[in-house]
């Protein structure tokens, strides 16, 4: 289980901040209103997994003025600054588009954000620029789907230039919403088709909510792998839509399937170039506990995963023995890995029980007085 | 086509106010600031198609002091008020359930509601009292799924017992949304399962976006019909989830089917207690002319439907011609109904394109002048 | 856990068989010749596991001129007859339809091949007859959905009249497949206006690889239970269609989901009307080990579901403590309960390893080297 | 519509056979016993369409001795020979794979079956070998998802070597089934990446049933234009699944959005690369006629697309007038295009109506009576 020594799980900042769907967004008392409250509770997260090195931030929602200011403060909690995502979906210039746009000013409106996220990258040492495209369609006939992918990639290209030798672009991909008709980056294989045509330098992000119902999402893993072009997760977890619920919460063997195609395609190991990422939404649960919860999911499938007798499975395999084979997937999985986990953890001078540690230390309580007055943050800033 | 002659189809008030996702909600010039200019609009709607005779309204969105005075307001603009919505929704109380919540209190708040609706009710001479209940759980164990069924069970009889002898009560059903793991009035048989409990004047509501993929929307319609347990429709379409686009523009042979088996069953007869109603949000496109393209288009597919030769279709059906049958619906389906509705407008003293006429006519521009400053509805408020 | 000592899964007699896709049926040494071979089989998961006391009988597929031999057959092997399914979908006549057809001859002899099967029931003492009705069409108009249905009421009305005192009818539904439009039972909600109309010997049967994409299971199992029509289990599990895969291999989670409900429910209580039954396809996998993985994988989940701490549960719902209650959920669910069974196994006689027991006991080679010649059972005869 | 010129759709012999579901395959008297009463089926539908040109087969349904004889039989009734498809699904060889599996031996047989296609080509002049693959696997475990992509690249790669240079390798994808968890061609991201590492001559196959539940096909169409990738589709049509039903039949307005993204990406073109046929299954209704009503499904939906004004979409599109934009996408699809189609054919010297001319014709009557004895052909000879 040495390979679960280089699980590192970053954190989005907004998990922190309030969230919600079109119908409600529920506040709750202690929500942060600034970045730097949203870095103060996540360097809770990982003060008690060790688990959660990093943070990723969102432009504009993070946007201050000393970027490194911002970085010796998230150093000094214990903390890093990690991915840099863009936002082009709440500008109403981008109504209709924004990479994607048949204006070329509204076009270079989304490049000229996207140069600035790279300046952001170049301040706080980010390696990541992450591009999530609400771009869309709600009707058919509203855009021409192919002159939009023309323009996607010609602006690809544009901000593809400007990213820096010991940096990335990664290209994520969703089926659906915000757009409701068409999305211009629906599938992997569209981000794969992209990253492919802009260089080594750029990769692809896949969102574990971002997929069709029943498709086989370990399949996509492997084959990005296989391929070298899986640059980082987005993990959640989905019954229906993309949900954002916490990472194995709606189907943990699944979860358990992607975790082993990440270690039988090498993303577990030391040189490798992914990167895991939760991107959630706690909307009706405890924010902080709730990354907690995600990252010891992310753990325990890994550990899970890494039981698997991979020499038994492969003669299995080779021998046409399916319930063998399936047999040795499922024994690892019923395998419960908590205690151990738990005396690793202690091994490590963290708190076996993480959840418990955080109830006991009095953080909620006390961000829940100190954060009073203010706006809290949310998607909307 | 003399069944044409009783099609009305009720607007709802917000689908003139702005509406979005959880990523973005744009506003649009001339957006109502309150419940008389959405009905203003609404009223455009029906002067130049003829087909939306009333609004139906959202309360507390639409809550006003004086509903005699606002009935009286849209009958000068030639509408009537319809059926009154609740909602349990948006109240910080209501974070885990309403008519469903463990804790009594919150659900006699929740039940209060409703009755302050059957009151409003009372004073618009409204018929029907909509229950869209977002109550359900993110996560499993978050709820106990019986429990909050036998609890519904009690709500609901209890805001029975206040429904007038003229009045009904429509419980809508939904697959998703904005609960992600369930839903506590998921699917149709629930809905049926309570109204049947209720009594002779609890019916289910049918919003054909709040169904599973791929299922068959048609043989509900077909089936609650049979049932008579069919009270009213929400038309919108949908590719994905609940997308509330404009009626008919995802599948409009799917729209088709449907009004095919709303004449089968009688429920474009002249003493059907079927109603007729849009749901839709209209994110990216114009308003007002966004409800004229719907109402034309449910007028539109009972006009092919109409068309079926159905003495023909069941010789076909009884003779096992596959091929036969299907051609019977499909030469309807295909028929360019357009010119012989326009005819039929004109007829009524209708302009044959509503949508010129509505341009033609400089009613955006004049609100889009006009109503400046305040507050744009939305479903905030 | 004493709940679990009320766990009994009837095994379908055509598992044994061979079964496959449309594009190929794979045959295995071994496989069962006639309904005796396959109960043979079947005792042995029994005697192995002491979980499956009783097989499902398929007419025309195990038909027998002596049912009172068969039965004593298989008590000698230490099981019983159970289960009896009709068949409506593999006569040329029923091409169109069966129970719903609109030719009143071909609708009798659907409802004299019932009553056949009750007559069988008579002399094999068992309890109930199960309904899957392939009925449905493939294209628009190709019939008549309202008619099927008011012609499948009276069918069934005809066939209830048949059934004895102690005799039950339970009606499957099924989302799609083999008809590709329509089908005429395809939702819980239509069976359970169908059997509510015939009376209360009258159920509905629920196959856990029925539903459409996305769809809450265990919902609908928490209330048919609280409306009293679950009548049995057709347990299996699913990633894309019906895809008839061992019961728990898709998504455990589910299945332990599914299984908490049934004890929330009683139907694992010792005067519980719920039958559990397996209904699956060894398509690739062994047959007999096939069985015993999935009668051990619902004993499990119904181990882990009976390990749920209720009184915790409730409290933590009852607070609104969202992740408090999910985690009193996953606690059990990730609790690795195959030591306690193994012993419990041991306790009662029953080998600790029952896939280890049957691989020892040589069993598979001695009907391998035993059943040459003759054609192997599968879905055809 | 002088592009409609160049629409020809290649019918598959298959078609003409008997298909139908795992559960049942319903035979029709006239089904044909061999290849070259098949090939006079299809003869038939080019006749009186004259969009039918050619006939696909399959090996080894549609193995004869003599191809030359074979292509002559062909050109004597007006139509050629098209794309040979490979079958390795239905030999106990391919149970657990065929060009990935783990066994050297049974990918070499598995490769030679393609060699085998290919001469096939040489000697019928086919330009097109199609390949899809059933290969996949039903449980989680059961094979390498990795190692399996591996050793499809390393046969497919063989395979290519083998290719003509007028010859193509087109590479279908298929979501789900025959396999149930992982199907090693699932999606046009993995034929792309596999034909993109072949070369020039390898493209994707488009089936139009093959995907995900809600997956926009179109925005594939036009992105794999745009990727100079599309190398033929198969047309057919599905509520649920794989239904296999005509094409046109379960949504027309999304073959209407196909076939404008066909028009859009240059596919009508003269020198367009793309094929068009059909892979369909009439298991309910007549196959002769159900072959004419698709081709003329796909010329009506070429024909209404043809009307686009593709101008005045552009000029909307640019305006952010999706209502606008939007309609005259609607006018297009409304519009009747079957009087002008009608004259088309009667000025091409084509009946003006197939279907009552094949009916008027006698030849279904001919071959009822001629057809008998014989085993009528099925996917399984």
Not at 251 to 270: H, K, T, Y
Not at 302 to 331: K, P, S, Y
């Amino acid at each position: 289980m040495t390979l679960l020594d280089n699980l590192h799980i970053e954190l989005p900042s907004w998990a922190f901040g309030n969230s919600g769907t079109r119908f409600k967004v529920f506040g709750t008392p202690g929500t942060p209103r600034d970045v730097r409250e949203k870095i103060a509770d996540a360097a809770q997260v990982h003060r008690l997994t060790g688990l959660a090195p990093t943070v990723a931030l969102h432009i504009p929602w993070d946007r201050v003025d000393d970027y490194t200011a911002l970085s010796d403060y998230a150093q000094d909690l214990g903390v890093r600054l990690g991915t840099i995502n863009s936002n082009t979906f709440q500008d109403d210039d981008f109504k209709f588009g924004s990479l994607t746009h048949s204006d070329k000013t509204i076009r270079q409106k989304a490049i000229d954000h996207h140069l600035d996220c790279i300046e952001v990258m170049n301040q706080t040492g980010s390696r990541d620029l992450k591009v999530w495209l609400a771009d869309g369609t709600n009707y058919p006939g509203q855009g021409d789907i192919r002159a939009r992918q023309d323009r996607l990639a010609e602006s690809l290209a544009t901000i593809y230039q400007h990213i820096g030798p010991d940096q990335r672009l990664v290209l994520e991909y969703k089926f659906f919403e915000p757009a409701m008709y068409m999305t211009d980056v629906p599938d992997w294989g569209t981000s794969y088709a992209h990253v492919s045509a802009l260089g080594e330098r750029a990769m692809v992000c896949l969102d574990t909510g971002h997929h069709a119902p029943g498709t086989n999402i370990e399949f996509i893993v492997a084959q990005l792998l296989r391929l070298a072009k899986l640059g980082s997760f987005d993990f959640n977890s989905r019954f229906y839509a993309d949900d954002d619920l916490i990472v194995g919460a709606a189907d943990p063997f699944q979860l358990f399937r992607i975790m082993f195609e990440v270690v039988r395609g090498g993303a577990l190991d030391s040189d490798s170039p992914v990167a895991f990422m939760l991107d959630q939404c706690h909307n009706v649960e405890e924010k902080i506990p709730g990354q907690i919860r995600s990252v010891m999911n992310v753990e325990e499938m890994a550990a899970r995963a890494l039981l698997i007798d991979t020499e038994a499975l492969r003669a299995a395999q080779d021998d046409g023995d399916v319930l063998g084979a399936n047999a040795i997937l499922m024994d690892a999985f019923y395998t419960d890995v908590r205690p151990a986990l738990a005396r690793r953890r202690a091994e490590r001078g963290l708190p076996e029980d993480p959840l418990a540690a955080f109830r006991a230390s009095g953080y909620q309580a006390r961000i829940a007085a100190e954060r009073v007055g203010g706006t809290q943050s949310s998607w909307g800033a």
